[in-house]
């Protein structure tokens, strides 16, 4: 497969493959199908959730690759806290456990329940949006802005955190992941599914996947963020 025609598959055609058959089983009306997207006991067991962590142990994954792969220790300190963040938030998203262990044996605790009295940190207070929030203009820069400008940047820093242009892409699909299942809900279109209050989900998987292909192209397709310069042979 061609460099093209891989990014095509990675930065839309893949995205659009796994998204819209997830809305349409969602939307159904067919029981069996949305309860493998969301299921009735408990959507954090479902597709959609699961996918979630998939992408984030990926991330997690790449990560440690990098630290591993590259020199600079600038680069491999940066790394190295990302692939903490990412863990935590990895063990945010499935509540420490607290799903599988309610599941499997019908107990509701866990180790950071214990501790803390709480299931997770982002659903205290109003922690999931001052989580969220920095990272929609953010991702604005980074993923439509930026790669719209790149060309008429001049400083190499700069144009090393620019990814591919296809990625503008990934980031339409992503708003489209909020927007097609919250105008279908709001608008009385469809009746929800399950997710309730959470019906960006969806868009959550597609944030996660935009940083994945982000963070592998900044590992994997770029050369040291610092080049040496060359010494003077005067």
């Known amino acids: 497969m061609s460099e093209m025609r891989k990014r095509n598959f990675l930065y839309w055609i893949l995205p659009l493959a ?3 058959p997830l809305i349409t089983m969602y939307f159904s009306g067919v029981k069996w199908a949305m309860e493998l997207v969301c299921p009735t006991v408990n959507w954090e067991l479902g597709i959609v959730e699961n996918l979630q962590l998939l992408v984030l142990l990926m991330i997690f994954i790449i990560s440690l ?3 591993k792969y590259k020199k600079p220790m600038i680069e491999k300190v940066a790394l190295g806290l990302l692939a903490f963040v990412t863990l935590f938030v990895f063990l945010e998203e499935m509540d420490y456990g607290l799903h ?3 599941y499997f044996t019908g107990e ?3 180790l950071f329940r214990d501790v803390t009295g709480a299931k997770n940190l982002h659903n205290l207070g109003n922690n999931a949006r001052l989580f969220k929030r920095p990272f929609y203009p953010l991702m604005a820069l980074l993923f439509i802005i930026g790669p719209l400008v790149v060309d008429k940047i001049k400083y190499d820093f700069i144009r090393f955190f620019i990814p591919h ?5 990934t980031a339409i699909i992503t708003v489209f992941s909020y927007l097609v299942p919250r105008l279908l809900v709001d608008w009385n279109i469809f009746p929800d599914g399950g997710f309730k209050k959470n019906i960006g989900e969806f ?3 597609m944030m996660y996947y935009i940083f994945f292909l982000y963070l592998k192209e900044l ?5 040291p963020l610092f080049k040496k310069k060359e ?3 005067a």
């Open 18 to 20: 796994v998204l819209i």
């Open 65 to 67: 690759m990098g630290f």
């Open 100 to 102: 599988y262990v309610q």
């Open 108 to 110: 509701s605790n866990t």
């Open 165 to 169: 242009k296809l990625i503008i892409l």
């Open 203 to 205: 868009s959550e998987l």
């Open 219 to 223: 590992i994997f397709e770029r050369g």
């Open 231 to 233: 010494q003077s042979l």
